[in-house]
C-alpha cells in the first residue's frame, strides 16, 4: 500500500501528530510505504523562522521514524533537513536509513544549499520501484536550473518497469501546476504538504488523483493509505 501524511492547519510537534495519526488507522496503515513532508524534522512551518535549528536533528529523527516504522509495520519516505543538504531517506524498521534526493532547486530562505552532484539510484521494494523528488525539483518551469530538470530526467529513467514504479514527492509548499509532463507517464505519484493551504494526494499510474487531501476539508494531520498498482 501507499500512504501519505498530511499536515493539518496550527499543527504541533511533527513526530506527535504522526504518532496519533497512525494510532487513529487502527492498523491499517501497515505495510504502507508512507511519505512525509518536506523538512519533516523542522518542526515548524517551512517558511518560519528561516535558517533557525530544526526540532529534531536529522539523526535523531532518523532514529525516531525506524522505531516508528518497526511499532506500526509500515515505511517511511521522509524529507529531512540538515544543513547545508534538504534530503529524502527511505526508513525502514530494518536496516540503515537509504538517502533518495538531495534538493536541487533554490532556496530563497537559507534553509540549504542547493546540491549540484549525483542522486542516489532508485530503490526496489515490495514490488515497488521507488525514486523522491522533493517540492519544487518536481516542477516543470523555465526557471528550473537545467541540471535539477537532467538529474529528474535520468531518476525517472532508473524505474524498474517490472515493478510499479512510485515518485514520492515530499513538499513543503507544492502545487500541481506544471508538475506531469509526458516524461512522467505510467509512474504512481505520492504528495505530501506540509503547508495547510497546498494538497497532498496519490495518483495511480494514469496521473488520476485516487487519494486527494483537500486542505480545508483536512480534519487535521492525518494519514491516508491506498493499494498500491497499475
Not at 515505511?75 to 534538493?103: Q, T, Y
Request: with cysteine.
Amino acid at each position: 500500500k501507499l500512504g501519505v501524511f498530511h499536515l493539518g492547519k496550527n499543527h504541533g510537534c511533527p513526530i506527535e501528530e504522526l504518532v496519533c495519526a497512525l494510532d487513529e488507522t487502527a492498523g491499517t496503515a501497515a505495510g504502507s510505504l508512507i511519505v512525509l513532508p518536506e523538512a519533516f524534522n523542522l518542526g515548524r512551518p517551512y517558511y518560519q523562522q528561516c535558517r533557525a535549528e530544526p526540532k529534531f536533528e536529522e539523526e535523531q529523527a532518523k532514529r525516531i521514524l525506524k522505531t516508528l516504522a518497526e511499532g506500526y509495520k509500515v515505511s517511511f519516505v521522509a524529507g529531512l533537513l540538515k544543513f547545508p543538504h534538504n534530503s529524502a531517506f527511505l526508513i525502514e524498521a530494518h536496516g540503515e536509513p537509504l538517502l533518495m534526493w538531495r534538493k536541487m532547486s533554490k532556496d530563497g530562505f537559507g534553509n540549504y544549499e542547493q546540491w549540484t552532484g549525483d542522486q542516489p539510484a532508485q530503490v526496489d521494494r515490495d514490488g515497488f520501484s521507488l525514486v523522491a523528488l522533493i517540492c519544487n525539483d518536481m516542477s516543470q518551469t523555465r526557471a528550473e536550473p537545467e541540471a535539477c530538470r537532467d538529474a529528474r530526467a535520468r531518476q525517472l529513467t532508473k524505474l524498474n518497469p517490472s515493478h510499479t514504479p512510485v515518485v514520492c514527492v515530499p513538499a513543503a509548499r507544492t502545487t500541481e501546476c506544471n508538475m506531469f509532463s509526458q516524461e512522467m507517464e505510467g509512474r504512481q505519484y505520492v504528495f505530501a504538504n506540509s503547508d495547510f493551504r497546498c494538497r497532498s494526494f496519490i495518483t495511480d499510474t494514469h496521473r488520476q488523483k485516487i487519494v486527494e487531501v483537500e486542505p480545508k476539508a483536512a480534519r487535521g494531520n492525518v494519514v491516508y493509505t491506498w493499494p498500491a498498482g497499475p
